[in-house]
């Protein structure tokens, strides 16, 4: 080996190196990453929020607990995807809109770990509950940025055209800290929720600030009573990064559909006839927004974001809101298929991941879904097929 | 601190005068080249430079490496980095007892540590008293870590990750050796200062005894009055190679504060193995595996785990040994590290799955010596790494280049 083949395979090297580097995922393969037409600045803001919601860790030194679910909100959100029952919330203490009878006892969530040298709470004895699965925080900005007009449209609490389905919103009272959007609809006093199983939380700064307080045992500004001692405490997170987490949610984008191939197509007109769009409405538009990457856009949640009767099977007896506790919010279909890789190579699926499979989650339907679950059953094995390939591809 | 200080200072002030000495009167000391040299012997085993019949010896060597790593299509480009400059000063201030430090810059100035400053007492061959800062004996590579006795350009990731190398506490204790004929056999004892609750409480999120290094207040008071115990037994032949066995344990809470009872003690173990071996082809092969138990309440988080272990095998092969670039007996070497960690090992509750939180590497790579105590690396590196729950792995690997020596 002489001296020119060796610098000459140093230069190679270097110009060369990121050919031997593992290549990116194609777009469609991740749910993490921005919506496309940031600015500058929004870029660094997105970036400040990327690294407090996935690299921030909450530990007894920085404010963590006492009481807690976990220990970050990346532990919930791996890859800002679904959750695993490792981090699976349980809620408790509300079988009406009457309002939750164990706040007392630590309601409405229960804060199963401790640090050391504390003890967790339980579930009170005779207190209903229902665990929730941390849902994808994927194109959670759209939804935000959906219009009260829009949802309202497909309201129809009494069934007025027969099919059997009555989307009713989720009316809550909002948090003192929470503005109303702009060209909201209320209804005595009360805005529709749309977030959360039961659409019991109105936007992403109430998700954000209840989430770092009830499953890190964080307060901030927006949420100061900890959850231990019910006292107030001073902020242990800054409102600069609950507000910087805010915007990284609201400026995720929203899962790409990864093919359409024809038995997908086919899939997805199944998907149509058989009545599952009543409830998983494939299109919405944003209204106006301040970032214009969000504003007035057309997207794909596959969901009406109102609150649906799905039947004794998946009445837990608990909820949240004005909902009953056999009424579920739709939940957003898309970004379905890849939830296998934040739940580790599996489905956890419905609001507590008892379903395994998609075929399961869609048997476990009832109360207004009841026909449409009928419609499913009658399919073919290749017909099914076809809609579960759509379904994972969204 | 005030040591290191008092070191810095000694240095500086050293400076002029040896700028005035003649240089041919510096000489190397020798080294022990007999097969029986055991890794606890490593601290003593490096060049030292000794001025005419002055008693104290210097050393140090240094190492500095060119990187460029991608993770799933992202990278951070090209990074230069000065991994470490660690500078020894060893005295004999008797036939039988003698000083030796280690003091260490860590990427740059980010970490300044003294590594090792202690006085060994000889009272027999089996029978020696260590005292001061003093390397846990876990494992070799925490005792035997110098950079240029390595071919690779990152410490083993077990080693790091794991283990905290390098570890090394306030304490006493016990060392001693016995030959006969071809075996040697070596024994290590200390107590020293330990942990602290960071290992289950860290920016890492996951268990992790390193985070215990952060305590800066190690070197001055235990964290919880109970002493750390490390103990190593090692056997080498000299066709066969050497083998330890090692632990180190204590407890890593605060139980106890002004007489009032705050948690149950909580302790923490390990147990380590090694073994390096040169066979008759000239390979030289060195390993090390680890397991660490850790008394995590229940009532915690399944993120820290109560069990973790991993270790690391290296493969180094001489392919060549003459003068290249008019050093003469310079040796080229193709070597190949394999390593494995698991910082979680256990199943979930909620679901009787197996925690991952575990990486795969391998790294295979080339390395020259131009002599003894120099060597210049080039790795190629490819990890997986999979998360807790066991989402697809992330993918990193890239180029490092650089060099390591002694001066």
Redesign the interface.
Known sequence: MN?KTIFAG?II??VA??E??????QAFELLDGPVSGLTEAENLQFLRGDVAFNDE?F???NG?GPL?V???CG?CH??DGKG???T?LTRFGQIDESGNQYLNLGGPQLQH????????EDIPPNATFSRFTPPANTGLGFIDAASDTEILTWIDPDDTDGDGISGVPNWINLKEYVKERPNSVPQNGRYIGRFGKKAATYDLLQQTATAYNQDIGITSSFESVDTHSGLVLDPEVSNQTINDVVFYLKTLKAPEPRSESNSILEGKQLFNTIGCSKCHRPEMKTGNSPIAAIDNKVFYPYSDLLLHDMGPALDDGYTEGSAKSYEWRTPPLWGLGLSK??????YFLMHDGRARSIDEAILLHGGEANQIRNNYQVLTADEKTKLIQFLESL | MKISLLIVVTLVMCSPTTAQVDSTLFKRTQQDTSKLLLNMDAVYNRPFLSVSKLPVAVGGYVEANWQHLGTDGVSEGHQFQMKRLTLFIASTISRRIKFLSELEFEDGTKEINIEFASIDFEFHPLLNFRGGIVMNPIGAFNQNHDGPKWEFIDRPISATQLLPATWSNVGFGLYGKLYKNNWVYAYETYLTNGFDDQIISNSENKTFLPASKLNQDRFEESFNGVPLLTAKVAIRNKKFGEVGLSYMGGVYNKFLEDGLVLDEKRRHRTWAIDFNTILPSGTYMTTEWTVTRVDVPSTYIQQYGNKQWGGFFDVVQPVLRKNIFGFERSVLNAVCRFEYVDWNAGDFIETGDNIREDIVSVVPGISWRPNAQTVIRLNYRYNWQTDLLGNPPSKTSGFQFGFSSYF
């Open positions: 001296r140093l090297l270097v190196c990121e031997f580097q593992p290549k990116a995922p860790v530990t007894a030194a963590l807690f976990a220990t970050s532990s791996p890859g695993h029952p490792f699976t770990r401790a640090v050391p040298g504390f003890t967790p890789n934040s739940q580790g190579g599996q």
